[in-house]
T-cell receptor
Framework: AQKITQTQPGMFVQEKEAVTLDCTYDTSDQSYGLFWYKQPSSGEMIFLIYQGSYDEQNATEGRYSLNFQKARKSANLVISASQLGDSAMYFCAMREGPNTGFQKLVFGTGTRLLVSP | EAQVTQNPRYLITVTGKKLTVTCSQNMNHEYMSWYRQDPGLGLRQIYYSMNVEVTDKGDVPEGYKVSRKEKRNFPLILESPSPNQTSLYFC?????????????FGPGTRLTVT
């Protein structure tokens, strides 16, 4: 069974600094996808970034990048130049199943990020 | 605007009183899913649907029912709610065949069962 582990319940960072949120995963599938979602205090789930298991390059989306280390089964989220609006809960998730099929997401327990001025 | 809508957003009810949380998407997505979010547990899948009239259990289906009579709608039914179903519920949808397969989430429904 797939499993996602986020070992940091909470993280603090100062504005304008970079922060790394850790995520490790466990799967026996060769084809899988990894996602990061942001959940602000308002509650909605906001998609941030995606990395496919066969993607050779690390995914980037603006200030977000995903440090994908396949051999170590880790998919850490890096937020550069933190902003106050980045304060939120962050979830790592993995898509179970191949690209052309099943779209179930398995979520980690989340990391709460607090950005201070 | 592409979106997933859920209603109601907030609901307080009593044990045993049947309720339905509606979910609708306007993106013609085949795949729809329900999750519940509880502190310290992340999001867990309740039920999913690959297409009209095709539904299956997720990881925590006990106490819930779903139906998929139309492609756009995927209601979650609690026939006899209990306090342990107090949670934040999310509906999500995505294209079935897509590389990135981003799942679009609804705004969430906060349910309290007393």
């Amino acid at each position: 069974a797939q499993k996602i582990t986020q070992t940091q319940p909470g993280m603090f960072v100062q504005e304008k600094e970079a922060v790394t949120l850790d995520c490790t995963y466990d799967t026996s599938d060769q084809s899988y996808g990894l996602f990061w979602y942001k959940q602000p205090s308002s509650g909605e789930m906001i998609f941030l970034i995606y990395q496919g298991s066969y993607d050779e390059q690390n995914a980037t989306e603006g200030r977000y990048s995903l440090n994908f280390q396949k051999a170590r089964k880790s998919a850490n989220l890096v937020i550069s130049a933190s902003q106050l609006g980045d304060s939120a809960m962050y979830f790592c998730a993995m898509r179970e199943g191949p690209n052309t099929g099943f779209q179930k997401l398995v979520f980690g327990t989340g990391t709460r990020l607090l950005v201070s001025p | 605007e592409a979106q997933v809508t859920q209603n109601p957003r907030y609901l307080i009810t009593v044990t045993g009183k049947k309720l339905t949380v509606t979910c609708s998407q306007n993106m013609n997505h085949e795949y729809m899913s329900w999750y519940r979010q509880d502190p310290g547990l992340g999001l867990r899948q309740i039920y999913y649907s690959m297409n009209v009239e095709v539904t299956d259990k997720g990881d925590v289906p006990e106490g819930y029912k779903v139906s998929r009579k139309e492609k756009r709608n995927f209601p979650l039914i609690l026939e006899s709610p209990s306090p342990n179903q107090t949670s934040l519920y999310f509906c999500a949808s995505s294209l079935r065949y897509s590389g990135t397969a981003e799942q679009y989430f609804g705004p969430g429904t906060r349910l309290t069962v007393t």
